[in-house]
């Protein structure tokens, strides 16, 4: 089995290859470049390096959301070309899952943050149950659009050891700093960012089970309203 | 006779997401055209967010479309095109992002396409004695230009706006008068039983620019015009606003250009854009060109609004120069007219 898998979700760019049980390349970049002038160079970079045989590829691994809505976009719609040219389906995976991913079998809580504007972070939480000899993911609070105090007054409910990780960190330390009560840490540099490789290795998992989709039916999981629709909605509301 | 050159177009600048094949620049083999316009008609104008979110929907089964109404399919076509400027920028980054992977996966060339290189060879496709050079009149929402097309891809711009662009004008005046949005079509529409000379609206010059247009201008009178009438208590013709501030734009656009037709003796004029569509100014365009001795061009209607089989035919010309471009070709929201 082999995945194509992206992630633009955020201001990293990634873009990995798997095929089975090993991540053949990654590449990811944490530059303010845009994506849609770093991304698709960076796949044809690792495809040839690695000799891809492009028509060998089983699916197309997609970060489908929460993020930046710009970002998000960029990704679908190059996972959608890809699918739709090489006749492949898409397998979509919550950003802050696959972010979470990073961390597998750590036995602490794991919390991605990332910023998402307007006083909230896109999050969720979640936890590595082993199976057998393998670690699995599971869900404790899926992907959400929360104010930072509301996620760890969650934690703080749940009162275990908490690691947290995403672009959403910088940002929030100092607060999640005055009010957690339970331990915690910070994720490391060579973790703490979205990874195609995870995107990959989740997806991996749900293709065997069946979970993808058809390239046209993808769209990303943008968690928000528009400005205008948000806006809309509020004046109706009023009214 | 050369290899036929079989062209996949993708154009998502603004609120139509559209596809088309076009054999050697000039036959449209497909042209879809998934428009958007009942999503913003309750916003009064484009919402750039909406308008991204719905081209990622439409995309593929536009292309599918596209490719099946040409009766091929991805691996018959010779190179991908897409417009990557100017526009909103979102909405340019889907069919960019989709367009260079499907390229790339497919292992075609990608094209870049201006959009306004898209609108002036529109008048390729029907008109196949047309080549340049000919002076093009590019009226659209977003953009007024008078251009000189010296060769394929080769322009000099003599004039452009200095504002609001006149398909924008029109917007804005619609919206003023009632009529709602999209404003071009429904002005043309009502204005054909108004009096065209019942209000004198100004004709704007801009100074020591003689081929640029100014329509804030007019669009202030007009709604000057409209409050004046409702403190005086006076009755507001609807019909009539709209002919005559139609006729006020339509007049500007003619002068314009029959003063370039003057000026530089080029022997072709063609329309291009939404604002193309437009009746009056089609009428007073032909007109002028019988007049002055020169050959009038114009796309169907189908052809001046956004479309992508009008990208498939300014990219054939591109490719046959060898102008392909990277997998790291971006929107461009600004792009200028003759930029690379």
């Not at chain 2, 094209?111 to 060879?121: F, N």
């Not at chain 2, 000026?263 to 291009?272: N, P, R, Y």
Request: overall charge negative.
């Amino acid at each position: 089995m082999k995945l194509i898998g992206i992630d633009s979700s955020g201001m990293t760019a990634s873009v990995a290859i798997l095929e089975d049980d090993i991540v053949v390349a990654q590449y990811s970049v944490n530059h303010k470049k845009t994506h849609s002038q770093t991304l698709l160079p960076m796949l044809d970079e690792i495809s040839r390096m690695t000799e891809l045989d492009i028509s060998t590829v089983d699916a197309i691994a997609i970060s489908k959301g929460p993020g930046s809505f710009t970002g998000l976009r960029i990704g679908s719609a190059t996972a959608k070309g890809l699918g739709f040219a090489l006749d492949i389906p898409i397998v979509e995976v919550f950003t802050t899952d696959a972010l979470a991913y990073n961390l597998c079998g750590t036995d602490k809580l794991v919390c991605p943050i990332m910023d998402a504007r307007r006083e909230q972070v896109y999050t969720g939480l979640y936890e590595f149950v082993k199976n057998d000899d393998i670690y699995m993911m599971e869900t404790v609070l899926p992907a959400s659009a929360l104010a930072v105090e509301d996620i760890v007054a969650r934690i703080n409910e749940i009162g275990r050891e908490v690691v947290f990780l995403g672009d959403g960190v910088p940002v929030y330390r100092d607060t999640v700093k005055n009010i957690i009560t339970v331990p915690y840490s910070w994720a490391s540099p060579n973790q703490n960012r979205q990874s195609a490789a995870s995107v990959a290795a989740l997806a991996a998992g749900k293709f065997k089970n069946g979970e993808f989709v058809n390239a046209d039916a993808h769209v990303p999981e943008y968690l928000r309203l528009s400005q205008a629709e948000r806006e809309r909605k509020e004046k109706l509301a009023r009214e | 006779m050369e290899k036929d050159i079989k062209i996949l177009a993708i154009e998502t600048s603004c609120d139509e997401t559209a596809a088309a094949v076009v054999l050697n620049g000039r036959e449209v083999l497909s042209n879809v055209i998934s428009s958007q316009i009942k999503l913003h008609t309750i916003y009064g104008g484009v919402v750039p967010e909406l308008a991204s979110r719905k081209h990622t929907e439409n995309i593929n089964p536009v292309i599918r479309q596209a490719l099946s109404e040409a009766g091929m399919t991805l691996s018959d076509v010779d190179a991908i095109a897409v417009t990557y400027g100017p526009g909103l920028v979102g909405a340019l980054l889907v069919g960019v992002s989709e367009a260079k992977a499907i390229a790339w996966a497919a292992h075609k060339p990608i094209i870049g396409v201006h959009h306004i290189e898209g609108h002036i060879s529109a008048n390729f496709i029907e008109n196949k004695d047309l080549e340049p050079p000919f002076l093009c009149l590019v009226v659209s929402g977003g953009h007024s230009h008078l251009v000189k097309v010296v060769g394929y891809g080769e322009f000099e711009i003599l004039g452009r706006t200095r504002d609001d662009a006149a398909g924008e004008a029109f917007d804005k005046v619609a919206r003023a008068i009632g009529l709602g949005y999209p404003g071009g079509p429904k002005i043309d529409a009502v204005s054909k039983t108004g009096n065209a000379d019942a209000i004198e609206f100004p004709r704007a010059k801009v100074a020591g620019a003689e081929y640029d247009f100014s329509f804030s201008g007019l669009k202030s009178a007009v709604l000057n015009y409209l409050n004046s009438c409702e403190m005086k208590g006076e009755k507001i013709v609807t019909e009539d606003v709209a002919a005559s501030f139609q006729k006020a734009v339509v007049d500007v656009l003619v002068e314009h250009s029959v003063h370039a037709i003057r000026e530089t003796g080029f022997k072709k004029f063609a329309l291009a854009g939404g604002v193309a569509s437009n009746s009056a100014l089609r009428t007073a365009m032909e007109e002028a060109c019988k007049k002055e001795g020169v050959a009038f061009y114009r796309p169907s209607p189908i052809l001046c609004t956004d479309n992508a089989a009008m990208i498939g035919a300014a990219a054939y010309y591109e490719f046959i120069k060898g102008n392909v471009s990277g997998y790291d070709l971006n929107a461009v929201p600004a792009l200028k007219l003759g930029e690379r």
